[in-house]
Structures are given as C-alpha cells and as structure tokens.
C-alpha cells in the first residue's frame, strides 16, 4: 500500500511535517482504533441491549455509515496486494463496488474547513468528524457498560443473600 499526502502544488497545502508518511500511517492506525470502538460498542450492545448505545451507533453511523468497508481496505493490505481483498472477490458484506485496483493508495488531504480527509480505495473519510464521533460513542459505551456491571453486581449480591438466608442490603437488619 502505497501513501500519498496532498500534492504540494495543490491548492490546499497539507501542514509542513517531517515525514508524511507518518501522518498517513497515523491516520490509518486512527481507523483501525474507530473499529475497536465499534467492536466494543457491538459487544456491549449485544450483551446488554441496551436502547442509548443503539442510539448513539446510529449517531456514529449518520457521520461514518461505511466504517466496515474502509476498515477492510486498512487492515488486509496484504490481501489487496495479492488481489485477494474482499472488495477485489465481491466478497464483501453488504455488496460494495467492486474495485480492480492491486496497488491501493492512501490520499491525505486537508480541506478548507480545517479537517482531515483520506481517500483509499473509493472510500473517503473525514476523519476528524469520525474520530469525534468514535469518542462520543465510546463515552456512552462505557457509561452503558458500567451501568450494566454496577446492575449485575446488585443482582448477583441480592441473589447471594438470598440463597443463603441474609438480610437484604440496606433492610437494616
């Protein structure tokens, strides 16, 4: 995978750094992080079911609604690269646009409202209103997660008591 920043004939020059292809490679590390989120907010949700994570996934999904497709393309590098994708096999889940392309290229740039974009293999991110999204949702996550351990906890010790015949917490007895 190769990466490219913005062209610095461009008319939106990208912020003087030493090396771009750190920026490109933190950028791509920031999507695999949003997909940790994701993952975890799945997992909690499906343990849970609880209503405000539903919620706030589908405040994620109204900024980054393909985050699944362009995480595949930043996480299997290897697999493009030998034309084994899922995208290059129509393989992914919903079915995408295919793409033909083997040697996929990240593009960075910056635009006017002060924002990050990559482009990468027809899928293009805003990434500073992905990362804030991915923050939000991961507060309520972990709010959402809490509440439910703090609840389970309460359950377990009530049922504790009661198995083995002691008073129930706060009946003074």
């Not at 849970?48 to 919620?55: H, M, P, S, V």
């Not at 793409?99 to 635009?111: K, M, P």
Request: proline residues 5%; contains cysteine; positive net charge.
């Amino acid at each position: 995978m190769r990466f490219t920043s913005w062209p610095e004939s461009a008319s939106r020059r990208a912020p003087p750094t030493k090396n771009r292809g750190s920026v490109c490679t933190e950028r791509l590390t920031l999507v695999v992080a949003i997909d940790q989120v994701l993952a975890f907010a799945r997992r909690v949700r499906k343990l849970t079911g609880d209503a405000e994570l539903a919620n706030a996934r589908a405040r994620f999904d109204a900024v980054w609604p393909e985050a699944q497709r362009l995480r595949d393309l930043v996480t299997h590098p290897d697999a493009y690269a030998v034309g084994e994708g899922w995208r290059q096999i129509a393989k992914q889940s919903p079915p995408t646009q295919p793409i033909s392309d083997r040697y996929l290229s990240a593009l960075i740039y910056w635009g006017d409202g002060g924002g990050t974009n990559m482009s990468l293999g027809g899928e293009h991110l805003d990434l500073r209103a992905a990362a804030q999204a991915a923050k939000d949702l991961a507060r309520v996550v972990e709010r959402v997660r809490v509440k439910h351990l703090v609840q389970a906890e309460r359950d377990a010790n009530a049922a504790m008591r009661q198995r083995f015949g002691l008073p129930s917490e706060g009946s003074g007895k």
